[in-house]
């Protein structure tokens, strides 16, 4: 289906893209991380919410099918995430974005005097680091490693910090 919406979703699976440096992050380390964030094994209820890798040509099929295989060894089972071509990738619509970071009123604020355009704000980086932080990912270590990076006040990196347990 052509330009699906949230309430109209036709065939799409909700999904992320995830951009990255490859002199920084292999793709093999992208998918290590995708295998331990998700139960591989389980069967989807939806095609709206199945667990799926996408791939974008021959290397990383190779890549992603010998990372399944891996996975398929070391839980001994059956591994159910779909492993699929990339297509046309649908951005959300600007509300969906950044959802964990959306529900923290006063991190809101200050993404917003910085972005004062919805597709700046959905673009950023920081945006999506501090998202991240918000959702349970990352460390206070790598936290403190960036938390000058991100754009915030004094205020707001207190906030931050206090998302950040581990």
């Known amino acids: 289906m052509k330009d699906?919406?949230?309430?109209?979703?036709?065939?799409?699976t909700e999904s992320i893209q995830?951009?990255?440096?490859?002199?920084?992050l292999s793709f093999d380390q992208?998918?290590?991380?995708?295998?331990?964030?998700?139960?591989?094994?389980?069967?989807?209820?939806?095609?709206?919410?199945?667990?799926a890798?996408?791939?974008?040509?021959?290397?990383?099929?190779?890549?992603?099918?010998?990372?399944?295989?891996?996975m398929e060894e070391k839980l001994g089972k059956p591994v159910k995430t779909?492993?699929?071509?990339?297509?046309?990738?649908y951005l959300a619509e600007d509300y969906h974005q950044k959802?964990?970071?959306?529900?923290?009123?006063?991190?809101?604020?200050?993404?917003?005097?910085?972005?004062?355009?919805?597709?700046?704000f959905v673009n950023s980086?920081?945006?999506?680091?501090?998202?991240?932080y918000i959702g349970g990912s990352g460390t206070k270590e790598q936290l403190k490693a960036e938390i000058d990076l991100l754009g915030l006040s004094a205020e707001g990196r207190k906030t931050l910090q206090k998302y950040v347990t581990r």
């Open 82 to 89: 779909a492993i699929l071509p990339l297509g046309k990738f």
């Open 18 to 24: 995830i951009d990255f440096d490859p002199t920084k």
């Open 125 to 132: 980086t920081a945006a999506a680091r501090v998202n991240s």
């Open 99 to 120: 959802y964990e970071l959306r529900g923290t009123a006063e991190l809101m604020k200050e993404f917003a005097a910085i972005y004062p355009d919805a597709k700046d």
């Open 53 to 70: 890798i996408f791939f974008d040509g021959e290397a990383q099929k190779k890549a992603v099918l010998a990372s399944k295989a891996r």
């Open 4 to 12: 699906p919406t949230y309430h109209n979703l036709g065939d799409h």
């Open 30 to 51: 992208i998918l290590d991380r995708i295998w331990v964030s998700h139960n591989p094994c389980s069967t989807p209820w939806s095609r709206q919410y199945m667990s």
